[in-house]
């Protein structure tokens, strides 16, 4: 059974910083390519981040170059979105994806509210 489990979600202040992680199981972790998207009310949702199935190449969308990392460990098959500087702007519920060919899997989500 494939699962993506989204944590690190939560309230915190504008230029604060979060970590949100993704935890998989029930598939090869290391073939996959993963991103990061994100959704707030009333909008689309949104690509944040990708990275390569090795960790080698990652691609951000311009609204948080500089302000966010992607890294992934496929030791621990998890990936982890190191957000900093927040702005009210990223506020919306960040999503997990996995993607391999047609293959395409996605967590549940986790809020992340920046407000003061």
């Known amino acids: 059974q494939v699962q993506l489990v989204e944590s690190g979600g939560g309230l915190v202040q504008p230029g604060g910083s979060l970590r949100l992680s993704c935890a998989a199981s029930?598939?090869?972790?290391?073939?996959?390519?993963l991103s990061w998207y994100r959704q707030a009310p009333g909008k689309e949702r949104e690509l944040v981040a990708t990275?390569?199935?090795?960790?080698?190449?990652?691609i951000s969308a311009d609204s948080v170059k500089g302000r966010f990392t992607m890294l992934r460990d496929n030791a621990k098959n998890t990936v982890y979105l190191q957000m900093n500087d927040l702005e009210p702007e990223d506020t919306a519920v960040y999503y997990c994806n996995a993607k391999r060919w047609t293959s395409s899997y996605w967590g549940q989500g986790t809020q992340v509210t920046v407000s003061s």
């Open positions: 990275i390569s199935s090795t960790g080698s190449s990652t």
């Open positions: 029930g598939f090869t972790f290391s073939t996959y390519g």
